[in-house]
């Protein structure tokens, strides 16, 4: 059985179910970076990715067009990202706190509508394979990074297009401003308070995609708590990639795969207990974050609420 995980065909398996599923961490780790870069921490993305897979998934179920299911997926996220400025940034409570409040209103808001409005869990129609012309038909290479749907591609091109945003825009500057020295930024005329709302939209939106990855990409169904604390791992990723969406992509790559590998044991029936094969992505990012912690240099405003005058 050992032999068979490490065979050719099996690596390949691997290392394309771990691209594949590297799209809603990518999706979530980028928004929350966005995010975390202008000072707020949000621990709410794993309830906006319930509500934005619920949306995508309902959409779908009822006959909508997949694309309307990702719009109502990404609106339903911004909204939940305006209501966590609204509590973070304007009424200015403490943030972690605030942030498991989203969560579990998204988690209880989500499973209520599902059992109202569908009932059980059932199949949809998602995004299909989209096979690039001449890559895919690379040897191995083709298979493993060029025969995904849409959703995995567009994860990986918002890698560069963030840290485009980030580093070479104004907008960014203002982010990263906001984030390192609010009060210095303010005095320089950056609205803090309209960056951060920002922020939290864009993080939300992209949250809210992460969770529509599932439910219309990957998976194609929507049951309860299906992100089961991927939210809560993107979060943790954008510390492990300080700050960075180079660096966020290597820990979504890194845990995806480890997460394909617990998978493809359990697939070939390998004599290792399915509970310890489930734990090791979790495992592997404690010992991760454990290691670098030390290294990393957040901003230096992160969690901390600004008002004009203090």
């Known amino acids: 059985m050992f032999d068979e995980l490490f065979s050719l065909a099996t690596l390949i398996g691997i290392l394309h179910s771990g691209v594949r599923l590297a799209t809603p961490y990518l999706f979530a780790a980028l928004g929350e970076t966005f995010a975390q870069r202008s000072g707020v921490l949000n621990l709410g993305v794993d309830g906006m990715m319930l509500m934005g897979a619920f949306t995508a998934f309902y959409v779908v179920f009822n006959g909508g067009n997949l694309w309307v299911g990702l719009l109502a997926a990404i609106a339903v996220g911004c909204l939940m990202g305006l209501l966590m400025a609204v509590v973070s940034v304007t009424m200015q409570a403490e943030q972690g706190i605030s942030g498991i409040g989203l969560y579990l209103f998204g988690l209880g808001l989500s499973s209520l509508l599902f059992k109202t409005l569908i009932g059980s869990v059932e199949g949809v129609s998602g995004f299909s394979r989209l096979a690039l012309p001449f890559l895919s038909d690379l040897p191995i290479i083709g298979h493993i990074f060029f025969s995904h749907n849409l959703l995995v591609y567009l994860a990986y091109v918002m890698v560069p297009v963030t840290a485009f945003v980030l580093n070479k825009t ?89 997460n394909a590998l617990q998978l493809w044991v359990q697939v070939l029936g390998i004599p290792i207990p399915s509970d310890i094969a489930v734990m090791l992505p979790y495992v592997l990012t404690i010992v991760v974050l454990t290691l670098t912690v030390r290294q990393i240099r957040q901003p230096a405003a992160l969690a901390k609420p600004y008002a004009r005058g203090e």
């Open 170 to 258: 104004t907008f960014g500057l203002s982010i990263r401003a906001v984030g390192h020295n609010p009060e210095a930024a303010d005095s320089l005329g950056v609205n803090v308070n309209r960056i951060r709302y920002a922020t939290l939209a864009i993080g939300g939106g992209l949250a809210g995609v992460a969770g529509a990855s599932l439910s219309i990409g990957l998976l194609n169904v929507f049951q309860e708590n299906m992100t089961n604390g991927l939210g809560f791992i993107a979060v943790a990723l954008v510390y492990f990639g300080s700050w960075r969406p180079v660096g966020v992509l290597g820990g979504a790559l890194l845990f995806s795969l480890v």
